[in-house]
Structure formats: C-alpha cells, structure tokens
C-alpha cells in the first residue's frame, strides 16, 4: 500500500481473516499454555474467607473464632481428623529462654522428630525446625560442622553436638525485612508468623542467620493418623503451600505452662526453658553462673537461645580470681 | 479524550504491521512466553518445589532476573543526563527509546517478583499492611512502581506530542525528566539495599554492592540501547545521529572500567584477608569440598567481561558488528555476574555451614525465558510504535498506513520538515 495514498481502505476480507485467525490461534494458545491449572482441586484454592481474612493482629474476637473453625473444617475436611484449634496468647511478665547445654548433648536427634510430631511439619518434602550439627572438638565454627552425620551410635568421641532452631531474637533481622508484617516478635519474646498473611516472599528467609525458617516449597504432607489434632493459630496448624514457617518454642504449650516439645524428648537433660524474668528459673541461674554464648553474636540478633558448657574442674577461689584480675591489670 | 483513543487504536494497529523479521520476531517472542506462561502455571499447581530452589538457597534465577533488569531499568537515564544536563540536543529525542526500556525492564520486574512469590494470590497483603520504611522490600515496591509512572508519562506525553504535531511544554515534562534522573539511581540502590542490609549474609553485607550495582547497570543498560538504536538505525527509516553511538559508547566503555575495578576491589578484600567471611567468593571463585557449580559462570562473566572491554578499547569496536558483538558481551557477562555472580552464591555455604548447590530447572529457565520474551515484545512493540511517530509519519493529520516499515521506497514531500530519510 503506498503510505501516502488519499485514502484508507477499509480492512480487507483477507486481512480481516488473517486477523481473526490470528487472534484465534493466539487465543487458543494461551488457553493450551494454561491447561496444567485443570489439576488444581477446588480445594487447593483459598476459599473466599481465607482470601479476605486480615492480618492476625486485626481480627476481632468473633473473626477470630470465625478464622478458628475454618481451619478446624479445613483439617476435618482433609484429614478427617477433629482437631482442637485455639488462638494461645502470650502471659504477661513473661519472656521466654531456652539454653542448651553443649557439655550434654549427645547427637541423638529426638528433638527433631518431636519436634515435627508437635508441630505438623510436612513428612514429604521434609521440613524440620531444629537441625544438629556434629561439631569437631576445638571449633565452634559452624562451617566445620557435619549436618549429615550418620554413625550407628551417638554420641562420637571426637565430636560435640550443637542443635540449632530459631534463636528467638530479640532483635530479630526477619521481622524487619518482612514487607507485609506478616511476621513479628510477641510481648514474651517469640517470633510468630500468620500463615494466613505470609506472602511467600523468603525475604526472611534470607535475612535469618541461623537458617531457622523454612519454606513449604510444595503442599505439605503429613499422613493423618500422624496429625497432632491440638492446634493453634500462630504455631503447629497445618501449613499451607507456599508459606514460611519456623520454631515457635511450641508456645501453645509454653505459654500453658508446659515445656517444648523438643525438651520434653531430650534425654539428657541438655534442653532448659522458662521464663528468664523469673530470677529464680533455672534459665535466670544458668545465664547467671554458667559459661553461656550466643551463636554468631557479631551479627547482632541478640538471640534468647544460649549454649552453655558445664565446669568440669574446679573454679578457683574468687579472691584468687580477684587477684589475678589486679595483677594483670598492671 | 475522544483523540487520545484513536491514537491508541492507531499505536495498536501499527503493532503488528510490519516486515518479515518483524512478523518472525513477534510470532517467536509469543511462543516463548506462552512456553514461559504453561511453566509458570505448573509452578502454580505444585508450588515452587519445581524450581531448583530450596530452603538453603531460597532465591535463585528469578530475583537474579530480577536485579539484573532494574539496573537496565535505572540505565535508560545514561541517555537522559547527555541531554538535559549537558544539553546535547540532537540525542532528544533518543531519550525516549532510553525511556521505554526503562518501562519494559520494569514491567519484566514487576514480573520476576511475581513469579518469586510463594503466594502471589495475597499479593493485595501489601496494600493492607505494609511495613514502610523498616522493610527494604517496601522501598523497592514504590520506588519501582514510581519510576514505571515517572517513564509511562515522559515518554507517553512526547510521542503524544509528536503526534499531535504540538511543541511538548516544558512544564509537563522537564521537572518529571530531573525526578527520573535521581530517581532511577534510587531503585537500583534500594534494591542493592535489598541485600546490603542483610548482616547474616557476609557475602553481601559489603558497601561496594551497591556501586558495583550501578556501574554495572550503566554498562549492561546502555549497551542494550546502543544494540537497539543500531538496529532502529539500520532496519527502519528513522536515523539515529553517529553522535548517539558514540556518547553511548564512551558510557558503556567509562562504566564498564569502573565494574571492573569495582570487581577487582572486591575480590581483593575478600581474597587477601582470609578471613571466613571469604568463603561464599572462595565457593564461586574455585569451589569449595570438591563443589563447584558456580565456578565456570564467574568465570565465563570475567571472561565475556574483559573481552568486551578489549573491543572497546582498541580500535576494532569502530567496526560495528564488533561493536555490537561487544555489547552483548557484556551484558551477557553483566547478567552471569548479577545472577549467578551475586545473588545465588550468598547462600553457599548456608548460615550454618551447609554447602548445598543450586541449579535452575526446566520449568524455572522456561518462566524465566517466558518474562523476557514478555518484556522483549512489550519493548519491540513500544519501539515499532514510537519510530513512526517520531518521524512524522503516524501523526494526527495523516492518515493511517500500516505499511511504513520499510526505508527506502517511502517518500516523504508532503511533511519532509519532520521526516527523516536515510542517507
């Protein structure tokens, strides 16, 4: 067609058919790009009250009790198991501790296992909140310790054991990245997260230095006669996919006077927990008479997960500890 | 208003007029996006278990896009600072390619983040609670939004100017231009900030970054648009001033430099000192216990990197095809160093020590794939719009022929004031 011609014809018969062709095809095509979505179930989408719920902090007490029994169907409607689902608060005068004591620890991985029995972590792919790591003696580097150990007994005479989980920050890099608040620290210290609010981001994933959170990269699986039916909102509900998750010191048995799930499995006594406002805890007297440190202190999460070692000697008589201070001093 | 609608009907019709390598170009550019769109909805389906990601290294080839493209996105100013603030007139109206790559890049953005996130039917949770100004991610949210606003109506209002056949006023554009400017060093920093700010992630938690971003922004940027222009220059009837080349070309060459000493800044302080904050860069430098996934894309960047920079340097880059062949050197080089160079590797080893590799899957290549040929079209689309416009032959008086696309048959004498011809 000459550009400069006076006048426009009017779309051809051809070109017509060629456009509607075109458009068709294209149609079509994207229709076929889309197909895999015929596999989703109606009951992998969120259901309309899910989709308009807000944010944990928002909800009323009736939206609240509204949110409750949609997870309670949800959990009926999947596993057909009747759960108890709660929203457990946290007390006041109350902010949470765990210290391990690395002089105990003996490798033996229950904590893990019950911790994912607790917690209704997916079985497949596999999510676990606490990883151990087999530690060469003369080292606390992280780098130089074996995650994957895998001897027929426990504990190996060349090695300690360190087991790290959230360390509970009380300046917690996560909760500042997160672009939806979908996570925050509660008034006794535990970090939380709205599986309901959580866009899938892994922002906070990345910003953690203890690589304590975890991403539901595919729907979780948990077989049902496994599903621990007591529930609660902010901590071992099921997960859906595409959501992050983390320890929570179990604190829908922790903020009702019972001990974490992890603890409770520990058989040698290497876990302790409680309130480190309570000076006459058992967490309060470790950090006060033990030789306790942080994990990664130079990075500033001020963590309220402490390792410790117990004396094995002696300690000498504080007046020689005294002493000994002046002496070098000078 | 009634005007403004015709326009657009116009700009759509022009879209898919066009030569033979322009039908082949955007029948080839759908397919893959729709191949991108199938994977995406597998992803959909059953979650981001399909890419290669995991929870030790939980961002991958998406926010490595991702970064990538927002540098090209801040690049598009190298263009706009020769002409309004050392008032080199005759690259004016180049500015707007500069700019709509600017959108395109973003729009490619917009799209990475998308297909990052786990949830992305919650994606409103941002407009309901929105956790400004601790969360560096809600700093990108606006600044990107804001810059895609800023461009959408430089360059909407000049081609609509140039279509109306009107004098832009100066009052409607110039202030958004100097806001661009700064603002388009504001998204790449912020992004950099992004992963900056991270202190349990040595191998970013480093000043440099966020320098490094925008020289190699300003090399990879530039260098698409001087790939682009040649192309405009050559296949359409507009003509692109030599001057332009040769300005683009002093930038890529100047920031390219400066990348590299950057580069070798880096890799001293991580190197010399020993110290374990090194050993992401001793992963991707050499690997680490026998793995070493990364090593042959540092590599290869470094390599493309350095060869670019030789053909700019001497004078082989006066020929053109090698001076192209230098630009996609580089920004190939530039997108391995931002990707596989930077972000992935920060997660290797793992906080705790943990050395786990990452490695693409097909799905996750083909979403990937899929948003660039998404963009590439959106781009190609804008530019096949705006050349006819700009040379005065889809403007308001005219009447409407698709066929302009060819150079050399067309004659100009009924408005040869605003039309170019090819020498």
């Known amino acids: 067609m000459d550009p400069n011609s006076p006048a426009v014809a009017p779309p051809s018969r051809r070109s017509f058919l060629r456009g509607a062709v075109t458009v068709a095809s294209g149609m079509s095509a994207a229709v076929a790009a889309l197909s895999p979505l015929k596999e989703l179930d109606s009951s992998d989408l969120p259901t309309l009250d899910a989709f308009l719920q807000k944010h944990y902090l928002e909800l009323g007490p009736g939206e609240m009790q509204a949110a409750l029994e949609r997870i309670r169907n949800e959990v009926q409607k999947r596993w057909d198991v009747d759960p108890v689902v709660r929203d457990v608060r946290p007390r006041e005068g109350v902010e949470f501790v765990y210290a391990l004591n690395l002089s105990r620890c003996i490798g033996c991985r229950r904590c893990v296992h019950a911790c994912v029995a607790e917690n209704n972590q997916s079985r497949a792919p596999e999510l676990q909140y606490i990883r151990v790591l087999e530690m060469p003696l003369g080292t606390t580097d992280v780098e130089r310790g074996n995650h994957h150990y895998d001897h027929a007994t426990v504990p190996d005479a060349l090695h300690y054991y360190m087991p790290v989980q959230c360390h509970q920050c009380a300046n917690p890099p996560c909760v500042k990245v997160c672009p939806v608040e979908a996570t925050w620290q509660e008034s006794d210290g535990i970090t939380v997260i709205d599986y309901d609010w959580c866009i899938g981001c892994r922002y906070c994933e990345a910003a953690c230095p203890y690589w304590a959170r975890r991403f539901n990269y595919a729907q979780p699986e948990i077989p049902a006669e496994e599903l621990n039916p007591e529930m609660s909102y902010l901590s071992n509900r099921p997960r859906p996919v595409g959501v992050v998750e983390k320890c929570t010191f179990c604190l829908h048995r922790v903020r009702e006077g019972k001990m974490p799930a992890c603890l409770e499995a520990c058989p040698v006594g290497a876990r302790k927990f409680g309130n480190v406002l309570d000076p006459e805890s058992e967490v309060a007297r470790i950090l006060r008479e033990k030789r306790v440190f942080v994990l990664k202190e130079d990075v500033g999460t001020l963590p309220r997960f402490f390792y410790y070692f117990d004396e094995r000697y002696p300690r000498p008589a504080d007046e020689e500890d005294a002493a000994l201070g002046q002496e070098t001093a000078k | ?423």
């Open chain 2, 1 to 423: 208003m009634k005007e403004y609608g015709r326009f657009l009907f116009r700009c759509f019709r022009v879209s898919f007029a066009g030569d033979w390598r322009y039908q082949a170009w955007m029948t080839f550019l759908p397919v893959v996006a729709l191949l991108g769109l199938n994977a995406y909805a597998k992803q959909l389906v059953h979650g981001l278990g399909v890419t290669g990601m995991s929870d030790q290294v939980s961002w991958g080839l998406y926010i490595a896009n991702f970064t990538f493209l927002v540098g090209m996105a801040a690049a598009a100013v190298m263009l706009v600072i020769p002409v309004y603030i050392y008032k080199n007139r005759e690259l004016h109206d180049l500015v707007i390619f500069g700019e709509l790559l600017a959108v395109a890049a973003i729009f490619m953005c917009l799209a990475f983040v998308t297909v990052d996130l786990g949830r992305p039917d919650r994606f409103t949770h941002l407009l309901r609670r929105f956790n400004f100004p601790i969360s560096m991610l809600t700093w990108d949210v606006i600044v990107l939004n804001g810059y895609l606003l800023l461009n959408l109506h430089i360059c909407g209002y000049l081609v609509y100017c140039a279509y109306r056949r009107r004098t832009p006023s100066r009052a409607f554009y110039i202030p958004f231009v100097f806001t661009a400017i700064v603002w388009a060093v504001s998204i790449h920093t912020v992004t950099a900030f992004l992963y900056v700010g991270l202190g349990g992630r040595p191998f970013w938690n480093s000043a440099i970054i966020a320098p490094r971003f925008l020289a190699s922004a300003f090399a990879a940027g530039p260098a698409f648009l001087l790939v682009t222009l040649w192309i405009v220059d050559r296949y359409t009837d507009y003509v692109v001033p030599p001057k332009a080349f040769q300005t683009l070309k002093s930038i890529v060459t100047l920031a390219l430099i400066i990348n590299m000493f950057l580069l070798v800044c880096e890799v001293f302080t991580e190197f010399y000192t020993d110290s374990a904050h090194g050993v992401s860069a001793r992963y991707l430098f050499f690997g680490l216990h026998g793995k070493n996934a990364l090593v042959p894309w540092i590599w290869s960047a470094i390599a493309l990197n350095t060869g670019a920079l030789v053909l700019l340097v001497t004078p082989l880059s006066r020929r053109p095809g090698l001076l192209n062949l230098a630009c996609l050197m580089l920004i190939v080089g530039i997108w391995i160093e931002k990707g596989m160079g930077l972000i992935v590797p920060a997660f290797i080893p793992s906080p705790l020590g943990e050395l786990v590799e990452y490695a693409p899957t097909l799905e996750e290549t083909l979403v990937c794939l899929g948003i660039w040929a998404f963009g590439l079209g959106v781009y190609t689309v804008l530019v096949r719009i705006t050349i006819p416009v700009l040379s005065g032959r889809l403007t308001i008086d005219r009447l409407y022929s698709p066929d302009y696309t060819r150079k050399v048959p067309v004659k100009l004498e009924h408005h040869p004031d605003t039309a170019g011809s090819h020498p």
